[in-house]
C-alpha cells in the first residue's frame, strides 16, 4: 500500500491532499499539523486522512526504513529546510510547495541533502494551474 506524508494543513497541505486522494483513492496519507494549529480538521477529515501532531509522530507509523512513498512539505516555508533535508536522508522523495526556503543558506542546505541522498527535491505551486492566474493575465494584457 503506497503511503503518503503531508506535513502542513493550510490551504496548500489540504489541496495537496485532496490531489492524493483523487489520484490515488487507496493511497494511507498522514497530516502533520501541529496541536496549537487553527486550521480545520474537517476537510481532511472527509478525505480520510490520519493526524500526527510532529514529523516524528508520523514517521513512526511505519518502521520501513523509507517512510513513505512521498513527501509534501507544505508548512510555513521557515520550517521547510529542517523537514525537507530530515526526509530527503531518510530516503524519501520531497515536493516542496514554493517558496522552497525563506533564505538562501536554507535552500542551499536543501540542495545538498538532494545531492548527498540522490532522492528528489521538487518544488510546487498547487495554484499554479488555477483560475486565478490566467484571469490576472487576460485582465492585465486588456
Known amino acids: 500500500m503506497r ?10 497541505g489540504r489541496r495537496h491532499a485532496l490531489a492524493l486522494r ?6 494511507v496519507i498522514t497530516v ?10 474537517e476537510e481532511l477529515q472527509n478525505l480520510d486522512v490520519s ?3 510532529t514529523l516524528d509522530e508520523a514517521l513512526a507509523v511505519s518502521g520501513d526504513v523509507c517512510p513513505a512513498d512521498f513527501c509534501i ?4 516555508s521557515t520550517l ?28 542551499k ?4 541533502a538532494e545531492l548527498q541522498s540522490g532522492n528528489q527535491a521538487l518544488l510546487g505551486y498547487h495554484l499554479r494551474f488555477g483560475d486565478l492566474l490566467p484571469e490576472l493575465c487576460r485582465l492585465v494584457h486588456r
Do not use: W
Open 3 to 12: 503511503r503518503a506524508i503531508i506535513v502542513g494543513s493550510g490551504s496548500a
Open 22 to 27: 483523487t489520484l490515488d483513492p487507496e493511497i
Open 32 to 41: 502533520v499539523q501541529r496541536p496549537e494549529s487553527v486550521q480545520p480538521r
Open 51 to 53: 493526524f500526527a501532531s
Open 73 to 76: 512539505v507544505a508548512n510555513p
Open 80 to 107: 521547510h529546510a529542517d523537514v525537507a533535508v530530515r526526509l530527503l536522508r531518510l530516503n524519501s522523495p520531497v515536493l516542496i510547495e514554493k517558496p522552497l526556503a525563506a533564505d538562501l543558506l536554507s535552500a
Open 109 to 112: 542546505e536543501i540542495q545538498t
